[in-house]
């Protein structure tokens, strides 16, 4: 990893690094689809599991996986139930269950840069979410976007686009279900099926990832880890803006609190920034991201996904480089420096313990079928 000091920085580049689509060919599960790239010429057949359903452990591919990592000594709590679940009574010792206790152990709870709002999306993509990349690239600002792999294998032009924009992307699981219910093969399941999609039409390899409701305990990070993840959760209460509780919460609502907590941030002395959660779910949740961005712009708040807000010049598993290009985000920030990185997990954290979250409810984006692709993948990679 490459470190500078942020606050001298002027610029922000973008690293555009063109991929060709991989060519793979798996077998089992529910739905098949066959691509042609056009670029490379090559025609792929994947079958993905089923969409919105915790893959099966007993697959090749899922097999397969397992073996390439060891998983003894992973903590041995018992699998929770709910989506999401809801808290053990009495407290289960030594889980450092977030969702509960707000015990985030080396999760990363804010953006390490000062000043600065984290601007990150889960659950796309949806057919909504070009609106917001539309919106964002007219304010020139870069976000996160955490995919659910079912819908990353729905809507992979979407992904496409959100990377040739200079966009982030990350995990949110395949299925969306809460991780502490299910089994660490399944947990392997659903990061790699949503890693190996975004592989295979972006070419790049997810490294950071944020656990569906919040829901992460220590035996979930020990599976992470092995699967070369750091997770991503949001800044406690006060930076859940509840968009996914729209229409139930007015629009209005959502509005005023959030501003109070900018409000309170904006006040305050500021030496760390904020993660927020926020959604590119569906029309009202893409609608109020537009008016709540300018009120973090208007408090003089920088704003920037997390490779910038953790000095992170090699934000993928896999990150390489090719051609620089453009730049981005309000104003402030970065010079790049390119990134070489190989495999697995380097562990940035930019991390405080005990950060405190209790609502753990957010929203899930249905998905269905798969929808066809075309295309070597371009690939890029916004540095800070
Ligand atoms: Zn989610």
Redesign the pocket.
Known sequence: MVKFVASSLAALVLTVATIQAQSTTTAAAATTKTTTSAAAATTTTTTWPAANQVPPTNSAEVQAWLKEIDLTGAPDIELHKGDPPSCPNPPIANECYWTCDGCSDDDIVSCARPNTWGLTF??GPSTDTPTLLTYLKGQNLAASF?L?GSNVVQYPEIVKQEVAEGHHLAS?TWS?HALTTLTNEQIVAEMRWTEKAVMEYTGLKLKYM?P??GDINARVRFVLKKLGYIPVDWTGDEFDTNDWQMPTMSESTVISTFTKSLDTYAASNKTTGFYCLE?DLNNLTVGVAQKIIPLGLARNITIAPIPVCESDASPYQNSNTATTTTAATNGTTATSTSANQSATSSSTSGNQANQGKTSGA???VAGSALSAIAGAAVAGLLLA
Request: charged share 40%; hydrophobic share 15%; glycine share 0%.
């Open positions: 889960d659950d955490f659910i949110h969306h944020r569906p409701y959604h957010e929203s899930r």
